[in-house]
Every structure is written in structure tokens, then in C-alpha cells.
């Protein structure tokens, strides 16, 4: 199952094979259906992964639960996001002021309660960034116990609950997968409508990316979505971070090398790679999409066009049976799943890059690359390891927040004696391990001339503050990177290991080649499902099913027969469709590694071939390389003797 980035990636690449002259006028006009529609192409490239945002059938977590856990931090007046937005621009103005060392665009600052302002901010961004270890470890919880496919039951003696009960998500990927794009296919031929018709070749290019792809994403988990279902999300991220950087540089992996050319550090980020944009129907605003997540607000319904939902819910129909009344599949939810997907993509690839030490723009959303600071200004000293927001108090253990306004007016005093002070104002903002260890203090004694100011100091207080907010944005998009929620720095691929103190203090997490490149596990795969403890799940789930897991699921079976890199299964020469093609599945449930071919050579050959049936892969590879659809044949899961059978 690779990411929704690596599946542009094949979809941009095989438009380029279709628009090819030498591909004759038939794949010429799928081109250009796709190139006049290509929010639906792209949207259908995406594939099943729409369905990660459906409610469940069963009263259960969902990842779409846990994403509007993480959104709703973002959201409203005292949101991070609003909270940047509102800090850039106090600082933009400080900038001005300092420059110009404008007394009195300096005194009508203070006067309107700006530095209040800053404060009042400044303490909302620590208390937002020293909570989100905390959110993220109860995040964590949900995942380990809800987000588990019911279809590894607790005990071997337990029957398999049915599909009807399924995620949506599982029952595309697990069931009927070929069956579905078939029907997409007659529903959009049928209607005649050209952005059906994108949408569903763009979801053809789709299955072809995850049917070549999931078996190299499991080779680097060491098990399929059913058995590590959160491992799957990290890697599959760190995959789609280096596919854009590759591909974008361009870059070329020199053989028997890990070291890419040009290096990972001149790599594109994905992180401002706008992938929102690609599916993007009508013009969305996220501050009012995060709002209504915040108050628990309905999202706005018709963005997805009436006619596609209706469109996309007969073809499920079509393939899965009829639906269930008030189930997870409508035109209301579908609408919501698309937005919810657009929003996700905007929250994780959105970015800019970020210079939090000038006006540059761009800052208010957290989670891309942050340019390196300068050096302090003249006699600016601090101590760097007190701008942490992520620092607590080593005496309570309890997260600092900023101290009371405070204001020495000393220094002011010393420089002018006879200065009529009209006014004096300060803000503190409290960067450090405690009071004695440093405080960022803006101190203003406003007095009748500009003379009275220590434009000097003001220029290290405001370099102090940027510092802070640096470190803590840094920290932040490390820690979404480290556990599955975004994407990492094209830069820290070449990384061996990373530690996120506020999510497991002493801990390494494993990062670069461990989470990019595959492995060959020769017979053993596919592990057993991650244990549930929750210790082990926080630290475990972000490294190969050893240590952590006990064992591996009997048959063992092979997922993937090389050690190569994400290009090798996209549209790499040295894996040609010749060696199988996913068109024709083997006549039975594969025991030994099914090449298929890279993805691009097969979406080209499938969209060559629109008028056959097509094969029900499973498309997470689930218990080897290209699996077809199977289910447990005594109805039970036994990790030990799993009984595996083609699906009916």
C-alpha cells in the first residue's frame, strides 16, 4: 500500500508514456481525457485510500477519528494555526519597528496591548506544543486497540468477523479489488461523462501502484496492513518522501550504493509539495474546514459533485452488494472522506520553506523544512538548550508556562535620567528549563524620545523569541514524521536514527534506508500482529517485527525478492513487464515471490486492455508478493496454521 504521493508519482509518469505519440491514438485520448480532468484523475489515483476517511460499520476508532483528534489542535481562534498566523504578524511589525527604530510606531504598539498580545500567544504555542506529547501518546492508544483490522481476532478459536463489519478501507483493499475497478469502468463508459472517466482511469494507474508496490512497502514493515497496521503508515510516508525527492532532484542510485545522486540534502521536500491542489474542486479555504472540526460542525456537503458520489456508490454497490441504510457509504460521507483527504494533504504538504528569522511568509503551518537561523545579533547571548518548548520544570516535571509580565526598567533609567517615562510595558515570554536559567523578556520603557530605548537589547529579546519558535516547530514536525502523521525532510533520509525525547525519553527511532529501502526477509514474513501493550506499542511500532513481535505467521511466505529502492517497483527497466504483468493472476494463491512487472509498465498494459475482467488482487500483498484476494478457510484466525483459500 504505497502513500497517496507515490501513486501521483506513477500517475504523472504513465501520462507521460500515454501522451507518447508511439502510443498510438487510443492511449493518446485516455491522456487526454485524464489531462482535461486531472483533479478526478488524480483523485482516482488515490484509489482505495479515499476509504480511510469513511466511518466504520462497527462502533470502533477510525482513522478518521484520529485525524480529527490531530486537526482539531489545529483549528479555531487558539489553534496552532491561528496562533502562528497572529505571532507572524506581531513579529512581521517588530521587524519594522526595529529597523527603523520608529519610537513612535514602538510606543502605539504598546499602547494597543501588542505585546500583551504577544504574551497571551507565546503561552498559548507552549501550551499547544507541550501538549501534543501527551495527545499523541493517547492517539497512540487508539491506534494500538481500534485501529487493529477485526480480522485478527484475539483468539484462535474466535470466528473471523465478516466483511459487513470491516472498515471500508480493508473491504476495497482485501475483497473484489478488480471487480470494483471493473464496475467503475462500465459505470463511467456507461454515463459518458469524461471525469468519470478520469476518475476512473486515474483508479486503474492506482491499482496497478498498489498491487507492484504493496509488496515492497511490506517488505520494509515486515508485515501487511493487516497484522502492522501503524508501521504501514510511518513507512509508507518515509516511501513517499523519497519518491517525490527522487524523482524531482532527478536523482539516480548508483548501483550497490545507499548514497543517491545528488545527495538526499539538495532533495525537493514533499512537505511543500501542495499535493492538496492536485484534487483540489472549487476553491477551500482550511481555516473554516478546521473550525467546524473544532466545534464538531458538519463539513460542507456538495463539494464532491452529486453526480460522481452517485457515480462511485453504484459502482460499490455493483461490486460489493446492496447498501446498508444509514451505513458508511453515502453521498454525505463520501463528500466528508474527500474533504477529509484534501485536508490531510494540505496539513502535510502545504508548507513552505520556512525562514522564522524574516518576513518571508508562509509560517502558519508547521511541518515543513525550517531554514537554519542566523547568527545572534551583536552580544546576543543565551543558552540555546533553554529556547525548548518542550523543556518541563526538572523540579515538578510539569510543562513551564511563561512567567507574569515583568520589566526592568534600570537599564533605561541609567541611559536617560531625566526622560519623562510615559509609559512602560512589557511582555516576557519564558523559553527555559526554569527562571534562573533564562528568560526572553521584551521590556519597553517608552519614554518622550527613541533614545530611551535599548534597541539593541530588543533586537536579542525578538531573536530569542524566533529562536524558540524554531525549536519548537523543528521538534514538532520530527515528531509527526517519527510517528506516521507526516512527512519527513528529504535531508534526514540519509539518517540512521532519530530521538524524540517528548515522546519516549532515551529511545532512538529507526529513520532513512530501515524505513525506504527493502528488505529480503527470506521466509520470514508476514509477521504476527504488533502486541497491544501499550509500552511495547509506543516504542515497538517503528521497527521490524523482532524484539517487539512475537514471531511470524506459519506459512511463511516471501513479500519481496530484492533489496531495492522505491524507483525499482515504480517504473525501473530492470523490472519489466515481462516478468508476469497484472492482468492474469496465477491460477492459485501463490507459495513462493509472483513478480508482476513495475507499476507504470502495468498501468499502461492494463489501460491497453480496459475490456477484460480484472484480476481481485489483494492490494495490500497481504501474505506475500502479489497476492490474489483470500480469506481464512476454516473461518479462524490461527497465526500458527493460517488457512488461506482464494476469495468467493
Known amino acids: 500500500m504505497p502513500g497517496i504521493a507515490t501513486h501521483f508519482e506513477v500517475l504523472t509518469l504513465t501520462l507521460q508514456e500515454l501522451r507518447k505519440p508511439t502510443s498510438g491514438p487510443a492511449l493518446n485520448q485516455v491522456a487526454n481525457v485524464m489531462d482535461a480532468h486531472p483533479e478526478f484523475a488524480h483523485l482516482g489515483a488515490i484509489g482505495p485510500a479515499i476509504a480511510d476517511f469513511l466511518p466504520s460499520p462497527a462502533p470502533r476508532g477510525t482513522?478518521?477519528?484520529?485525524?480529527?483528534?490531530?486537526?482539531?489542535?489545529?483549528?479555531?481562534?487558539?489553534?496552532?494555526?491561528?496562533?502562528?498566523?497572529?505571532?507572524?504578524?506581531?513579529?512581521?511589525?517588530?521587524?519594522?519597528?526595529?529597523?527603523?527604530?520608529?519610537?513612535?510606531?514602538?510606543?502605539?504598539?504598546?499602547?494597543?496591548?501588542?505585546?500583551?498580545?504577544?504574551?497571551?500567544?507565546?503561552?498559548?504555542?507552549?501550551?499547544?506544543?507541550?501538549?501534543?506529547?501527551?495527545?499523541?501518546?493517547?492517539?497512540?492508544?487508539?491506534?494500538?486497540?481500534?485501529?487493529?483490522?477485526?480480522?485478527?481476532?484475539?483468539?484462535?478459536?474466535?470466528?473471523?468477523?465478516?466483511?459487513?463489519?470491516?472498515?471500508?478501507?480493508?473491504?476495497?483493499?482485501?475483497?473484489?479489488?478488480?471487480?470494483?475497478?471493473?464496475?467503475?469502468?462500465?459505470?463511467?463508459?456507461?454515463?459518458?461523462?469524461?471525469?468519470?472517466?478520469?476518475?476512473?482511469?486515474?483508479?486503474?494507474?492506482?491499482?496497478?501502484?498498489?498491487?507492484?508496490?504493496?509488496?515492497?512497502?511490506?517488505?520494509?514493515?515486515?508485515?501487511?496492513?493487516?497484522?502492522?497496521?501503524?508501521?504501514?503508515?510511518?513507512?509508507?510516508?518515509w516511501v513517499d518522501a523519497w519518491v517525490y525527492g527522487f524523482y524531482r532532484a532527478p536523482a539516480t542510485m548508483p548501483a550497490g550504493s545507499d548514497t543517491p545522486v545528488p545527495d538526499y540534502d539538495t532533495w525537493p521536500n514533499l512537505c511543500d509539495a501542495n499535493l492538496q491542489k492536485r484534487i483540489e474542486m472549487g476553491a477551500l479555504g482550511p481555516e473554516d474546514l478546521l473550525k467546524k472540526l473544532k466545534l464538531s460542525q458538519p463539513l460542507p456537503e456538495h463539494i464532491l459533485p452529486d453526480d460522481f458520489g452517485q457515480f462511485w456508490i453504484d459502482a460499490f454497490a455493483d461490486a460489493y452488494g446492496p447498501l446498508t441504510p444509514n451505513g458508511p457509504v453515502s453521498l454525505v460521507s463520501l463528500n466528508h472522506a474527500y474533504l477529509m483527504t484534501w485536508l490531510v494533504l494540505w496539513f502535510q504538504t502545504s508548507g513552505q520553506v520556512v525562514n522564522w528569522f524574516n518576513c518571508s511568509g508562509g509560517h502558519a503551518v508547521p511541518i515543513c523544512q525550517f531554514k537554519e537561523p542566523p547568527s545572534p545579533p551583536g552580544g546576543c547571548t543565551f543558552d540555546p538548550n533553554a529556547l525548548d518548548p518542550f523543556q518541563k520544570d526538572?523540579?515538578?516535571?510539569?510543562?513551564?508556562?511563561?512567567?507574569?509580565?515583568?520589566?526592568?526598567?534600570?537599564?533605561?533609567?541609567?541611559?536617560?535620567?531625566?526622560?519623562?517615562?510615559?509609559?512602560?510595558?512589557?511582555?516576557?515570554?519564558?523559553?527555559?528549563?526554569?527562571?534562573?536559567?533564562?528568560?526572553?523578556?521584551?521590556?519597553?520603557?517608552?519614554?518622550?524620545?527613541?533614545?530611551?530605548?535599548?534597541?539593541?537589547?530588543?533586537?536579542?529579546?525578538?531573536?530569542?523569541?524566533?529562536?524558540?519558535?524554531?525549536?519548537?516547530?523543528?521538534?514538532?514536525?520530527?515528531?509527526?514524521?517519527?510517528?506516521?502523521?507526516?512527512?519527513?525532510?528529504?535531508?534526514?533520509?540519509?539518517?540512521?536514527?532519530?530521538?524524540?525525547?517528548?515522546?519516549?525519553?532515551?529511545?532512538?527511532?529507526?529513520?532513512?534506508?530501515?524505513?525506504?529501502?527493502?528488505?529480503?526477509?527470506?521466509?520470514?514474513?508476514?509477521?504476527?500482529?504488533?502486541?497491544?501493550?501499550?509500552?511495547?506499542?509506543?516504542?515497538?511500532?517503528?521497527?521490524?517485527?523482532?524484539?517487539?513481535?512475537?514471531?511470524?505467521?506459519?506459512?511463511?511466505?516471501?513479500?519481496?525478492?530484492?533489496?531495492?529502492?522505491?524507483?525499482?517497483?515504480?517504473?525501473?527497466a530492470g523490472n519489466p513487464l515481462s516478468n508476469g504483468g497484472i492482468k492474469t493472476k496465477p491460477a492459485s494463491l501463490p507459495s513462493s515471490p509472483f513478480p508482476v512487472g513495475n507499476a507504470v509498465a502495468n498501468a499502461v498494459d492494463l489501460l491497453t486492455n480496459l475490456n477484460r475482467d480484472f484480476p481481485d488482487w489483494n492490494l495490500d500483498a497481504d501474505r506475500g508478493m502479489s497476492w490474489a484476494a483470500w480469506k481464512f478457510g476454516a473461518g479462524l484466525y490461527d497465526p500458527d496454521a493460517v488457512d488461506s483459500v482464494p476469495q468467493t
Open 63 to 237: 482513522y478518521l477519528s484520529v485525524w480529527t483528534r490531530i486537526l482539531r489542535l489545529l483549528g479555531g481562534d487558539l489553534g496552532l494555526h491561528n496562533t502562528l498566523k497572529q505571532i507572524e504578524a506581531l513579529l512581521c511589525e517588530m521587524d519594522d519597528i526595529l529597523n527603523d527604530e520608529d519610537f513612535d510606531r514602538l510606543k502605539a504598539f504598546s499602547d494597543r496591548g501588542d505585546f500583551d498580545k504577544v504574551q497571551d500567544l507565546s503561552s498559548n504555542f507552549a501550551d499547544i506544543v507541550q501538549f501534543i506529547p501527551d495527545v499523541a501518546k493517547e492517539i497512540a492508544d487508539t491506534i494500538r486497540m481500534e485501529l487493529r483490522p477485526n480480522v485478527c481476532t484475539a483468539s484462535k478459536t474466535d470466528p473471523v468477523p465478516g466483511p459487513e463489519t470491516w472498515q471500508i478501507r480493508d473491504l476495497l483493499h482485501w475483497k473484489h479489488s478488480g471487480l470494483f475497478v471493473k464496475k467503475l469502468l462500465a459505470r463511467a463508459n456507461a454515463s459518458g461523462n469524461p471525469r468519470h472517466l478520469a476518475y476512473a482511469y486515474g483508479f486503474v494507474i492506482g491499482y496497478s501502484a498498489n498491487v507492484c508496490g504493496a509488496p515492497f512497502v511490506n517488505s520494509t514493515v515486515g508485515g501487511p496492513s493487516r497484522t502492522q497496521w501503524w508501521r504501514q503508515r510511518l513507512v509508507k510516508n
Open 394 to 572: 526538572p523540579k515538578t516535571g510539569k510543562p513551564l508556562t511563561p512567567p507574569k509580565p515583568h520589566v526592568d526598567t534600570a537599564s533605561i533609567k541609567k541611559k536617560k535620567k531625566c526622560a519623562l517615562i510615559t509609559q512602560i510595558i512589557g511582555a516576557v515570554v519564558f523559553f527555559g528549563a526554569s527562571v534562573a536559567a533564562g528568560a526572553v523578556i521584551f521590556g519597553i520603557g517608552t519614554a518622550n524620545n527613541a533614545a530611551a530605548v535599548d534597541w539593541k537589547d530588543l533586537r536579542c529579546q525578538l531573536f530569542k523569541f524566533r529562536m524558540y519558535l524554531f525549536n519548537g516547530l523543528q521538534a514538532l514536525h520530527e515528531l509527526l514524521a517519527i510517528t506516521g502523521f507526516g512527512y519527513p525532510h528529504a535531508a534526514i533520509l540519509k539518517d540512521e536514527k532519530i530521538a524524540i525525547d517528548a515522546l519516549a525519553e532515551g529511545h532512538t527511532w529507526k529513520t532513512g534506508k530501515a524505513l525506504v529501502k527493502s528488505q529480503i526477509h527470506d521466509q520470514t514474513y508476514p509477521s504476527k500482529p504488533l502486541p497491544t501493550d501499550r509500552t511495547i506499542f509506543l516504542l515497538g511500532f517503528n521497527d521490524e517485527p523482532d524484539g517487539f513481535v512475537p514471531g511470524f505467521e506459519t506459512p511463511r511466505t516471501v513479500d519481496c525478492p530484492a533489496s531495492v529502492y522505491p524507483s525499482f517497483f515504480i517504473n525501473e
